[in-house]
């Protein structure tokens, strides 16, 4: 038997029902970190699933942060100094990423609150987080309001990036299972990936 819902069968879903539904619709998505901090270096650190590649020459990575009264910190401090930094989810790690997803006051860093390490590189105001092994700082170039929802597309171009020499192949290829990258489901799943199969350059 399958279950199926037209728009208005959708509208009548309770919210949490409706989130948790459509959220897991596009399927598993890349969770990550987002680490920040203000003008006065004041640290933030948020999780994000709403990540996604644009292109890699410029190497652009775009991701969706929601209205600003639901989520203000990491977008504000985004556009006060420019920086930010995306960093992977190991499978040890999930809970307490999950919980900086928690509404702390603008004064509180969920570094702090939820146990993670701020590491910081020479010269560059905004940290990396110390327990994250796949990591990349971005330099912001675009926030584009979408409109219908109040949410922003928000674009960064790759500074920086690092992760463990074992897991990159020789083209680049990068072996995430191999780094216990996270992905998440839904609004609060979480899941590990195994290894994946690769395929050699398709043509007609
Ligand atoms: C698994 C998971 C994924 C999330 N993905 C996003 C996302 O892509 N965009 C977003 O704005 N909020 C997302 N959130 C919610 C934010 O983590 C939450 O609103 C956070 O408090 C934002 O903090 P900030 O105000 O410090 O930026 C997600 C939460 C969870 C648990």
Do not use: W
Request: overall charge negative; glycine content about 8%; some cysteine.
């Amino acid at each position: 038997m399958n279950m199926e819902y037209d728009s208005s069968g959708l509208t009548g879903l309770d919210r949490f029902t409706r989130a948790n539904l459509i959220n897991s619709l596009s399927g598993y998505k890349p969770v990550s970190l987002i680490a920040t901090c203000d003008s006065r270096g004041n640290t933030n650190l948020a999780i994000f699933s709403n990540i996604v590649h644009l292109g890699a020459d410029p190497a652009l990575v775009g991701f969706i942060n929601r209205p600003r009264e639901a989520a203000p910190h990491t977008l504000a401090n985004i556009e006060a100094t420019g920086l930010y930094t995306i960093n992977h989810i190991h499978g040890d790690l999930v809970q307490q990423a999950h919980q900086t997803s928690a509404k702390y006051p603008e004064g509180v860093s969920e570094f702090e609150a939820c146990g993670f390490t701020p590491e910081y590189t020479t010269g560059v105001s905004v940290p990396y987080v110390r327990e994250s092994r796949v990591r990349y700082r971005l330099r912001l170039v675009e926030v584009i309001p979408i409109l219908h929802n109040n949410t922003f597309l928000v674009i960064g171009t790759i500074e920086h990036l690092e992760f463990p020499a074992a897991i990159v192949d020789a083209d680049g290829f990068l072996h995430l299972d191999q780094a216990g990258s996270q992905v998440s489901l839904g609004i609060d799943g979480y899941a590990a990936v195994g290894p994946v199969s690769r395929f050699p350059y398709a043509r007609p």
